[in-house]
């Protein structure tokens, strides 16, 4: 069953903007990692190997967002987990001064993914529990 909720429906496409930012941010890390040390003002990275790595594990941790961003309902755990990492980036990088950036990116899709993603599967639980007994989806 595919979550048709409002919240269902913009935590969707709340997920695929976020996973859209991702690779905005990760793939031209890797194409050209010193120019976007550059342009985002961070200390330089020696060997510059080590960015384009955090490019590349942020394009593979994109890629297992999509199923959430397909069906929340069949792939609910992947939401959460979605919601977990992010949560988890905010906490990594928020206290750090020079990278709070990155903590405040991972907060901007944080915070309406969790509010979605709470108010979807409750209004999914609320319509279950309304059907009549012995009534099929």
């Known amino acids: ?29 890797i194409a050209a990692p010193d120019y976007m040390i550059e342009l985002t003002r961070l200390p330089t990275a020696t060997p510059v190997l080590w960015p384009r790595f955090a490019g ?15 069906d929340i309902d069949r792939y609910r755990i992947v939401a959460w987990f979605a919601i977990g990492s992010r949560a988890a980036g905010v906490l990594f990088f928020l206290p750090q001064a020079t990278y709070r950036m990155f903590g405040l990116f991972d907060g901007v ?29």
């Open 1 to 29: 069953m595919i979550n048709d909720t409002t919240a269902g429906r913009w935590f969707k496409r709340v997920m695929w903007l976020g996973i859209l930012a991702n690779l905005a941010l990760a793939l031209p890390t």
């Open 56 to 70: 590349l594990l942020l394009v593979i941790l994109s890629v297992f967002y999509t199923p959430a961003g397909t």
């Open 109 to 137: 899709f944080l915070v309406p993914q969790l509010l979605l993603l709470i108010v979807a599967l409750q209004s999914t639980a609320g319509a279950v529990a309304a059907r009549p007994a012995g009534s099929r989806a």
